[in-house]
Each structure stands twice: as C-alpha cells, then as structure tokens.
T-cell receptor, first 110, second 111 residues
Framework: EDQVTQSPEALRLQEGESSSLNCSYT??????LFWYRQDPGKGPEFLFT???AGEEKEKERLKATLTKKESFLHITAPKPEDSATYLC???????????FGAGTTVTVRA | DTGVSQNPRHKITKRGQNVTFRCDPI?????LYWYRQTLGQGPEFLTY????????KSRLLSDRFSAERPKGSFSTLEIQRTEQGDSAMYLC?????????FGPGTRLLVL
C-alpha cells in the first residue's frame, strides 16, 4: 500500500525566513508526486506535479524537488499569505487514486 | 469560473438520516474522484469514476455509501443511515490527465 509521511507537522516562520517541508513516500511505481496547498475550510489547491527523480518545479516563492524516496517543498522568503497547510500526495502505477500525507501547517508571521 | 463545484457546501443532519452530495466536475474531465477528509488528516480516497463507470472503491466505502455518475457528467454521493463518525469534509476532484483538481468540499456534521 502506498504511504506518504510529511514532516514537520507544523512550522512557524518569520516573514522572510526560508525553510523546507519534507515528504517521504513509498509507492509501487511512481506515476506522479503532487503538492497541494489547502486553506482552512477549503479544498486543496494544486501547486505542482513531479514525475521523476531529479525533477524540480518553481512557482513564485515555492520550489518542489523530487528524489527516489522523498520530495521537498522549499519556501523562499515567505510572506504571511503563504500561511496554509501543504499536502503531498502520490499516485502509484496500478490505480488512479492519490494517497495523501497528513500535511504540514505553515504559519508565517509578519 | 470553470472549476469543480460541490453542493451543498455545508450539511447538518441527525444520526440515522440520509444525505446526498453533488459534484460538478470541470467540463472536459472524464475522471471524477471522491475523497473524505477529517480534521488534521489528508484526504482519503473513497471512489473513482471514468466517464459513467465506477472503476475503484476503497475499503472505507461501507455499504451505507453509494456513488453515481449518470451520463458521465455530474456525480452524487449518498450516505444512508448517517453515523456521527461520518462527520467530515467530502471532497470531489476531477482530471483528464495525471493532475486532479479539487472542489471546495461539502462539510458534513452528523448530530
């Protein structure tokens, strides 16, 4: 069964203080690793899809990287509006469902 | 806005009642998914449709839960004889490729 573990559970940052979130995974044949952002009471908002080890994607202050066992979401010079829960998910080779981690809740103080 | 829509956004019901949720996917997407999310956890997969065919169901989906997608368009998720443990956010997603796009969710509270 596919498994995803995210760390830390919570992260409190000062505005401008860069940091990284970790997503460790085990999956039978990775078809994709996905990062989503979720605000309280809302549905997950798609950020990135990574397909193979060594791949990197960037969007504004966020950069996602992928190895064979884990992915990192780097937040550079965060702003208060980056405060949210960041979810990591994987899709294996044999089905279409996503398996999610529990998320990392990021709080950025001004 | 042509994103995934879900109705209602909130539902409060009494234990033992039946409830039905609706999901309208992004129009050109042929795949539709239902997930359930409880506080502090990531979404958990419930079921998946490709067009009108229900192709995969989770072990989480007890016989009190049923989902349909008539004509491969919108989908409904019905919960019969609701229990307090059914209280959660029910999320719908759709896709035409690898990436799934989520709706705003329906928050269910069973009293």
């Amino acid at each position: 069964e596919d498994q995803v573990t995210q760390s830390p559970e919570a992260l409190r940052l000062q505005e401008g203080e860069s940091s990284s979130l970790n997503c460790s995974y085990t999956v039978s044949g990775l078809r994709g690793l996905f990062w989503y952002r979720q605000d309280p009471g809302k549905g997950p908002e798609f950020l990135f899809t990574l397909y193979s080890a060594g791949e990197e994607k960037e969007k504004e202050r966020l950069k996602a990287t992928l190895t064979k066992k884990e992915s990192f979401l780097h937040i550079t010079a965060p702003k208060p509006e980056d405060s949210a829960t960041y979810l990591c998910a994987v899709r294996g080779a044999y089905d279409y469902k996503l398996s999610f981690g529990a998320g990392t809740t990021v709080t950025v103080r001004a | 806005d042509t994103g995934v829509s879900q109705n209602p956004r909130h539902k409060i019901t009494k234990r033992g009642q039946n409830v039905t949720f609706r999901c309208d996917p992004i129009s050109e997407h042929n795949r539709l998914y239902w997930y359930r999310q409880t506080l502090g956890q990531g979404p958990e997969f419930l079921t998946y449709f490709q067009n009108e065919a229900q192709l995969e169901k989770s072990r989480l989906l007890s016989d009190r839960f049923s989902a349909e997608r008539p004509k491969g368009s919108f989908s409904t998720l019905e919960i019969q004889r609701t229990e307090q443990g059914d209280s959660a956010m029910y999320l719908c997603a759709s896709s035409s490729s690898e990436t799934q796009y989520f709706g705003p969710g329906t928050r269910l509270l069973v009293l």
